[in-house]
């Protein structure tokens, strides 16, 4: 039997730092183009501030945006944004570069694969398979904080935790990851890149297409 | 050194016919909604036998669709069959099931994968780009009529043609592949469906999830 390799979604097999930005900028392209009277770079600082205030979950940036630059909230304007945001979403979610052969490499070395993130399960999947990734994953956790959704995925296995490796770009993801007991590969890219984990990973790589190098020689092929 | 198995690329890796027609029904709702001035079927039936009169790859089906309505060739209306056409190829340009998991699989167990198909160079990476499954190949030969295309690519990895597999759906393809000396599986499905070659192929299945183990049982994994 193999071991198993859990990867993280967000800028581990897709750039989601650079997607959001990208997305984050059309929509208020977009904006003016429907008719917001304010130009590009106050509006996108506007809706940036709204982001770093309010979360990047939140489901309302885009009226908040038109509240807080003192104007009504028109629904074509949202609307318009909203539109161009997910456009861009579907047009350029692609994997990292060397992503797929890195984890189409794992699996001819007999490494098992999984999924796991924090997110939203059907939205994590959406990702996924949009990314064209999804057949490589045999299991999946998704949904819960870091430390209970990966102490779940390991009893759920029935294997000891330092058999195992997660992948992730997220440092409170190695911290969470270390205190389970399981094996972590950092991905120093993305968001996070300046921030690190209060707990050291056992390996640390640039890129995601590093990683794979990283695995083996934390977890050698049996 | 694992075997070598090259792959046709419309009818075994995506369901070519069946896009062709729903891209062909969605150009002439286009087309209607843009002003064509006669009904959806009449509309539909002359775009057909044109495509049959002129084969699949001439450029002006649309435009000799209008003249042989008997109408004037508007750009407009045209240009409307053209944008639907290619939006519909670009959304439902979709793996056959299970195809992914194939060619996993194939991978996995050290079999080495190439395609060849007789279209035009580029477009055949298009399509293989956008089904996403391009990493899974290492070696590619395109836009050859299948009997010399398929010999260069025998001569060029230095291997004897008995020792790999030609997967396709095309008769044509299974008979110039004997010919060859290489070892074949037909896919029984798509437009050719009916059409039988004139020398038997080593295997036939109905669908392209099935060529794993066709290819399993005609060269085994070394």
């Known amino acids: 039997m193999g071991s198993w390799v859990f990867f993280d979604v967000d800028d581990v097999l897709y ?15 977009a904006m003016v183009e429907a008719g917001l009277p304010v130009d590009f770079e106050t509006a996108l600082k506007t809706l940036l501030s709204i982001v770093a205030e ?9 009226d908040d ?17 909203v539109v161009a945001y997910h456009d861009t979403k579907r047009a350029f979610l692609k994997p ?4 797929f052969q890195t984890l ?11 999924l796991s993130s924090p997110g939203v399960p059907v939205k994590e999947w959406e990702k996924v398979i949009r990314l064209g990734l999804h057949h490589f ?11 209970p959704r990966l102490e779940r995925a390991v009893r759920e296995l029935e294997i000891s935790p330092e058999s ?6 997220r440092p409170e993801a190695v911290d969470a990851a270390k205190s389970v007991g399981l094996l972590t590969v950092r991905i120093r890219s993305g968001g996070s890149a300046s921030l690190d984990s209060t707990v050291g990973p056992d390996e ?19």
């Open 137 to 147: 994953f045999e299991r999946a956790w998704f949904g819960e904080p870091d430390e």
């Open 65 to 81: 945006t038109l509240r807080a630059l003192g104007l009504k909230v028109d629904p074509r304007v949202v609307a318009a944004g």
């Open 15 to 29: 750039n989601a730092t650079l997607l959001k930005r990208m997305a984050r900028e059309n929509a208020v392209l």
């Open 164 to 169: 195992a490796v997660y992948v992730t770009a």
């Open 96 to 99: 990292l570069p060397r992503v």
């Open 54 to 62: 309010k979360g990047e979950d939140y489901p309302r940036h885009f």
């Open 204 to 222: 640390e790589v640039l890129w995601a297409w590093q990683a794979g190098e990283a695995v083996r020689s934390l977890l050698p092929k049996r």
């Open 104 to 114: 189409m490499s794992l699996r001819e070395d007999g490494y098992l694969l999984a």
